[in-house]
């Protein structure tokens, strides 16, 4: 009875196959990516992003996109996070490589107490181009 040498595994086949793997391409957060991101850090964990819209705009001397954002707060400790979102997204400061925040509004508010405490918040942000 003889060895069969090639069924085992050396571990010079384990250092190749380490290398041989193909490694997740690392690509960068789009705008509006990041942009969502930001929004989650200031409305909190309960809140969900329902639905967002990207929109191109321009003026004579600016370009950029206009970003609407409806979220759901669903709970009474997320209409709490909710109502904190509200007063502090009009001042808050969004760190946007190459973008300036030039507006961020909420536009609209829809609250819901029964069956159970709801609130929807739709807001809008206007992303300037820096260059």
Request: hydrophobic share 45%; glycine share 4%; with cysteine.
């Amino acid at each position: 009875m003889l060895l069969d040498l090639n069924r085992f595994e050396t571990k010079a086949d384990v250092a190749q196959s380490a290398f041989a793997r193909p490694q997740p391409a690392s690509r960068r957060l789009s705008v509006a990516e990041r942009l969502l991101r930001a929004i989650r850090d200031i409305s909190g964990p309960l809140a969900e992003i329902i639905s967002h819209r990207e929109v191109p705009w321009a003026s004579i001397t600016f370009s950029g996109e206009r970003h609407m954002i409806a979220l759901r707060f669903a709970g009474s400790d997320a209409v709490s996070d909710g109502e904190r979102f509200i007063a502090v997204l009009s001042d808050h400061e969004f760190k946007l490589r190459g973008k300036l925040v030039a507006d961020a509004s909420v536009m609209r508010v829809d609250h819901e107490l029964l069956p159970a405490p709801l609130m929807e918040v739709e807001c809008e942000i206007l992303l300037l181009d820096e260059d």
